[in-house]
Nanobody, 123 residues
Framework: QVQLVESGGGSVQAGGSLRLSCAAS????????MGWFRQAPGKEREGVAA???????SYANSVKGRFTISQDNAKNTLDLQMNSLTPEDTAMYYC?????????????????WGQGTQVTVSS
């Protein structure tokens, strides 16, 4: 079992930045991938970014160049630096983890999920 707790959400104006964090505890293995996902009202959950234990990353096209995912393996934490935010980035953001071979941003590839943290970007 892996427990994930997100933090760092909030409200920001368009063009601003936020940094999300996810603290992992429990059975966190070195072969795990961790990812960030988001879900806006009335929309499906979509992958934002993911990272594997070697530091390889994947990003959704919509966030490339604006968001950066990083992890601290010693502290079992995962971060998402979000810059140049737009109202389209408004969503509940979730942290996820599971064993993996590559940093996938497909939600169905993850078993462990956090409760989410809200990000609201106003125009």
């Amino acid at each position: 079992q892996v427990q994930l707790v997100e933090s760092g959400g909030g409200s920001v104006q368009a063009g601003g930045s936020l940094r999300l964090s996810c603290a992992a505890s429990g059975d966190t293995y070195s072969s795990y991938c961790m990812g960030w996902f988001r879900q806006a009202p009335g929309k499906e959950r979509e992958g934002v970014a993911a990272i594997d234990s070697d530091g390889s990353t994947s990003y959704a096209n919509s966030v490339k160049g604006r968001f950066t995912i990083s992890q601290d393996n010693a502290k079992n934490t995962l971060d998402l630096q979000m810059n140049s935010l737009t109202p389209e980035d408004t969503a509940m953001y979730y942290c996820a983890a599971d064993r993996c071979w590559f940093p996938t941003i497909r939600a169905s590839d993850y078993v462990y999920w956090g409760q989410g943290t809200q990000v609201t970007v106003s125009s």
